[in-house]
């Protein structure tokens, strides 16, 4: 990895992975894509590399890259809000975008890893393998099907891998408003005193996995022998009440949930991954159990005496 571009590279999970390639890569190039709509420059404070400011479905940004090396594309630049209804918007954004990295990445024969998403699981509650995919319920998850689609029929030549990234959580996902994790916005609940308000009974259960991991996951996965997709989980699905114990933990509460109704129809109650297929490919599992996760992440980015820093985007580098 001598020249590296990761897009979305202001993001939640695009910040992580930048400032870790950065790193680990101490001599790679590493140029970042990003057109800042859900994300802020704070995120990637320290960061050293290029940053170019543009929307990746727009084919003038092609250009910069006539003269510049290449040799492997993290891919994460994407509307992220799974509430976004324009269809269109969602569609060509978020697909028109990839086009154009194929496009790029075949032009100079990089390896591609891009950002797909359990989305493209809809409503099954069952453990989910690579295979079951293909039942998006709304246009977020569409979207990402698409682009599986796509890379599945491409044919430049080079290595595309996808990573059906389940939900992530941690430090930087603080721009991301309402699109954020329910373990963030269950703390800041909490940490303002107020009962953590989730939808009846507090007994949905999701795959969460911790961005430390994720990033891992990420960077092996640009060394995964073939073209594949794969599930990017911990394999244990975990209750928002689990979920709100432990934060009471951190923090060292005792506010009991407040139920309310679900007001969506699209909603995933149970996702859990099933792992074979990533840890036979890349040999990833992961590190962190989700109470050491949440744990981590409460005691060393979001409590007060770490909370400017990690605001930031400075914390834990
Ligand atoms: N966080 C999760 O739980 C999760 C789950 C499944 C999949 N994903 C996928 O992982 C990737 C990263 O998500 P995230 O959680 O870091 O979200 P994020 O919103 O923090 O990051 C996405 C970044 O891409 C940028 N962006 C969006 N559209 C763009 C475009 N057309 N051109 C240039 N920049 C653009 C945004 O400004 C943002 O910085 C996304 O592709 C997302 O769909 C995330």
Redesign the pocket.
């Known amino acids: 990895m001598d020249h590296i571009l990761v897009?979305?590279?202001?993001?939640?999970?695009?910040?992580n992975l930048s400032l870790e390639l950065q790193n680990r890569f101490p001599k790679a190039a590493i140029t970042v894509?990003?057109?800042?709509?859900?994300?802020s420059f704070k995120?990637l404070l320290g960061f050293r590399g290029d940053v170019l400011a543009?929307?990746?479905?727009?084919r003038s940004w092609l250009d910069l890259f006539k003269n510049r090396p290449l040799d492997t594309i993290f891919?994460?630049?994407?509307?992220?809000?799974t509430t976004v209804l324009d269809e269109k918007k969602m569609m060509f954004?978020?697909v028109e975008?990839f086009r154009n990295i194929l496009e790029l990445a075949a032009a100079k024969k990089a390896r591609v890893v891009?950002?797909?998403?359990?989305?493209v699981y809809g409503s099954q509650t069952r453990q989910l393998k690579e295979s079951d995919g293909g039942v998006p319920n709304n246009i977020?998850g569409f979207s990402?099907w698409t682009m599986e689609n796509l890379a599945r029929q491409f044919q430049g030549g080079i290595k595309i891998v996808g990573?059906?990234?389940?939900?992530?959580?941690g430090p930087?996902?603080y721009?991301?408003g309402d699109?954020a994790?329910m373990t963030y916005k269950l703390y800041l609940q909490m940490k303002a005193g107020k009962r953590p308000k989730v939808f009846k009974y507090g007994e949905q259960k999701r795959d969460f996995?911790y961005?430390k991991d994720?990033v891992e996951a990420t960077i092996r996965a640009a060394d995964c022998p073939q073209s594949t997709s794969m599930n990017v989980g911990t394999g244990e699905p975990t209750s928002f009440n689990q979920m709100i114990e432990v934060l009471n933990e951190a923090l060292g509460t005792q506010l009991e949930p407040e139920y309310f109704d679900n007001p969506y129809d699209f909603y995933q109650s149970f996702t859990q991954a099933d792992m074979s297929h990533a840890m036979k490919m890349t040999g990833f599992s992961r590190k962190f159990s989700t109470r050491d996760a949440i744990l981590d992440y409460v005691r060393n980015y979001l409590e007060p005496e770490y909370a400017a820093k990690a605001v930031l985007g400075a914390s834990g580098r």
């Open positions: 897009t979305g590279g202001s993001g939640f999970i695009g910040s894509l990003e057109d800042f709509r859900s994300s995120n543009f929307n990746a479905a727009d891919h994460l630049a994407s509307i992220t809000d954004d978020n975008g891009y950002a797909s998403s359990a989305a977020y990402k990573l059906r990234y389940f939900n992530v959580f930087r996902e721009f991301k699109a994790s996995i961005v994720v």
